[in-house]
């Protein structure tokens, strides 16, 4: 008889420990303290709900961004660093599985308060064109507990990260990486940029900026006083104050260095080159060519 009753106690310990669970996390499993493991209920009901928004996502352009599912916080107890997105898999209209690193996953704060979104963007892969279902790992961590689930997008999501926007870009501030756009660049005063510059129009760098890698135009280049920056290769002309340039130089149009300018590197140009008082060229300067690597003459 104690025997019975001993059980019939453990089994209402039990069901009143899952009972105290409550509501679920929106995903697979979640990991309490002690390795405890439970299964979780619907995403709608969950305490970290998560709403499927692919249906009305795409990317139209390989710096464009997207967002396929919305996180909803109902404890108040998440943090956007807290909370970690990562693209598993890729499949495409024909439920082929594509190989690619072109996709990443990152996660920013949402519309409203303690919500977050889940945002794909074109990464440094095989560009992709076309329309993909998205597998995505979604993982979060507070108050000692943990959560864990893949999620792939209900819908096919629009994904072109071959063709650039044509959009100006303007830099105001330090950038680490790379700046790309199809249309024009202005980099600031007092700016630095620690990537490349590719754009499809015209860039114009200000005084005292600092590039630390190529500058690719499709258009000209303008570079301000006191600027220190890397190879140029520009379709149009390109126009040089007293600054260091560390690389070659090379024009589909006329290349015009300024007074006290250093040049490190050799400057061809399908134009004409125009050097100014006390500027320095340390390689070859041809002019007039009409066959220049990276330009159209």
């Not at 089994?11 to 105290?20: F, K, Q």
């Not at 979060?140 to 959009?167: M, N, Q, Y």
């Not at 126009?239 to 040049?263: F, M």
Request: aromatic share 2%; net charge negative.
């Amino acid at each position: 008889m104690i025997r019975s009753l001993t059980v019939i106690a453990l089994a209402l310990i039990l069901v009143g420990a899952m009972a105290m669970a409550g509501p679920t996390f929106g995903f697979a499993t979640i990991a309490a303290e002690r390795g405890v493991s439970v299964g979780t209920a619907d995403d709608s009901s969950a305490y970290l709900g998560l709403e499927d928004r692919s249906a009305s996502a795409a990317i139209d352009a390989p710096d464009g961004t997207t967002t396929v599912y919305a996180v909803t916080d109902t404890l108040d107890g998440h943090s956007q660093s807290s909370v970690d997105a990562s693209v598993v898999g890729i499949t495409d209209e024909y439920n082929a599985a594509v190989s690619t690193t072109a996709l990443e996953a990152t996660v920013q704060p949402g519309s409203d308060a303690d919500t977050f979104d889940v945002v794909l963007a074109c990464g440094d892969g095989e560009a992709l064109d076309g329309s993909y279902r998205v597998e995505l790992r979604l993982v979060a961590s507070a108050a000692g507990s943990s959560v864990d689930a893949t999620r792939t997008t209900a819908a096919f999501v629009p994904i072109d990260c071959t063709t650039l926007s044509d959009e100006p870009v303007v830099v105001s501030v330090d950038e680490d990486g790379d700046v790309t756009t199809g249309g024009d660049v202005t980099v600031d005063n007092n700016v630095a940029v620690g990537g490349q510059i590719t754009s499809g129009g015209d860039v114009t760098i200000a005084n005292n900026v600092g590039v630390s890698e190529t500058i690719s135009s499709g258009g000209s280049v303008t570079v301000g006083n006191n600027a220190n920056v890397g190879s140029i290769v520009a379709q149009g002309d390109i126009v040089i104050a007293n600054n260091l340039v560390s690389g070659d130089i090379i024009a589909g149009g006329d290349v015009t260095i300024g007074n006290n300018a250093e040049i490190d590197g050799n400057v061809s140009a399908c134009g004409s080159v125009t050097v100014g008082n006390n500027a320095v060229v340390t390689g070859t300067i041809l002019e007039n060519q009409t066959d220049l690597a990276g330009v159209q003459c």
